[in-house]
Nanobody, 114 residues
Framework: VQLVESGGGLVQPGGSLRLSCAAT????????MAWYHQAPGKQRELVAT???????NYAGSVKGRFTIARDNAKTTVYLQMNSLRPEDSGVYYC?????????WGQGTQVTVSS
């Protein structure tokens, strides 16, 4: 099983980024997917989830700014991040989970700074 995130980088406050996470080795369409954020010196926190039937949920801090989506044909989950703030900086991880199974990517760095 492999999850590979991409799309991170440096962006100015108010800008946008789209993160991608490509999954292999799992029956992607059956897994729920999530994005987590870990700011420097802080615990990893849940940002957004999307179920196998495309129900989505968001942390309050990103609601209205971030959108999670999935493309089962491409076995990829996305996180569209708009109106980025400095506090959104950190490493973003994707996670595939189903029952007791969970798999993680290596993370992609996002830095929001002027």
């Amino acid at each position: 099983v492999q999850l590979v995130e991409s799309g991170g980088g440096l962006v100015q406050p108010g800008g946008s980024l789209r993160l991608s996470c490509a999954a292999t080795g799992i029956r992607f369409s059956t897994y729920n997917m999530a994005w987590y954020h870990q700011a420097p010196g802080k615990q990893r926190e849940l940002v957004a989830t999307i179920t196998s039937v495309r129900d989505s949920n968001y942390a309050g801090s990103v609601k209205g700014r971030f959108t999670i989506a999935r493309d089962n044909a491409k076995t990829t989950v996305y996180l569209q991040m708009n109106s980025l703030r400095p506090e959104d900086s950190g490493v973003y991880y994707c996670c595939a989970f189903l029952g007791r199974e969970n798999y993680w990517g290596q993370g992609t760095q996002v830095t929001v700074s002027s």
